[in-house]
């Protein structure tokens, strides 16, 4: 009922009706959102993306589908263990499956999965004790060094806020201009009738505020470090 009469008085003071199921055309006559980086072609957006990551504190990584396996292994060895990584089939396809239960296992070096098949405090706890989350991105944002991750089951967010590091595979073909590109690729599944994620995050690089005097402090609420690790051929 509240809500009700808060539309109602919005709209009267508006002189319009009150709309709550049909979508407003947005009809701008410049659209500068939609222009910015967009000239750049796939090889120039990863090198602004980069670019960006040296300003937020994230390290990239570059390598190709067949040496993925080896990139994870080396990060792994920068950042030390346990991992915690989501119940995800591209760590399967991209072949990371022999370093999750056979390799890093062998080193001591235990990997923990986000599974619907465990309770929810042994999500948490196992993602607690990670010292880093590796996760894949369905878009990386070359303006503003973003990642684009899809919660859903098997894929918890903690996994990418509870560990030291947070680490991200990102296909180089998913780069995107800007967040309205990614707004938009969203919005097409919506409008395809498709079900999208319980949630959709948007990471760019290590917590991090400025709140005390506007002196930057990187690592405040969430991971400490990052690195994207982007695959140069996929």
């Not at 937020?56 to 990139?71: C, P």
């Amino acid at each position: 009922m509240e809500k009700t009469q808060f539309l109602a008085t919005l709209a009267s003071r508006l002189q319009r009706d009150v709309n709550t199921t049909k979508k407003p055309a947005r009809k701008w006559q410049h659209r500068p959102q939609e222009q910015h980086y967009t000239p750049m072609n796939n090889a120039e957006l990863l090198v602004a993306f980069k670019e960006q990551c040296t300003r937020i504190h994230t390290d990239v990584v570059e390598t190709t589908r067949e040496n993925l396996s080896e990139a994870v292994a080396q990060v792994v060895n920068k950042y030390g263990g346990p991992l915690s990584v989501w119940d995800d089939p591209r760590f399967a396809e991209y072949g990371l499956t022999s370093l999750f239960t056979t390799i890093l296992p062998a080193q001591n070096t235990a990997v923990y999965t986000w599974s619907n098949q465990k309770t929810r405090e042994e999500n948490f706890a196992e993602a607690n004790a990670a010292r880093i989350g590796l996760v894949f991105s369905e878009y990386a944002l070359a303006e503003s060094g973003t990642v684009v991750l899809y919660s859903a089951d098997g894929a918890g967010k903690a996994v990418g806020l509870l560990p030291h590091a947070f680490v991200a595979i990102i296909p180089q073909s998913s780069l995107l201009p800007r967040m309205t590109q990614a707004s938009q690729a969203i919005q097409q599944r919506v409008d395809r009738g498709e079900l999208l994620p319980h949630a959709i995050d948007y990471v760019s690089g290590p917590s991090n505020s400025a709140d005390i005097e506007m002196k930057l402090v990187v690592g405040v609420h969430g991971p400490v470090e990052a690195t994207y690790i982007v695959l140069t051929d996929c």
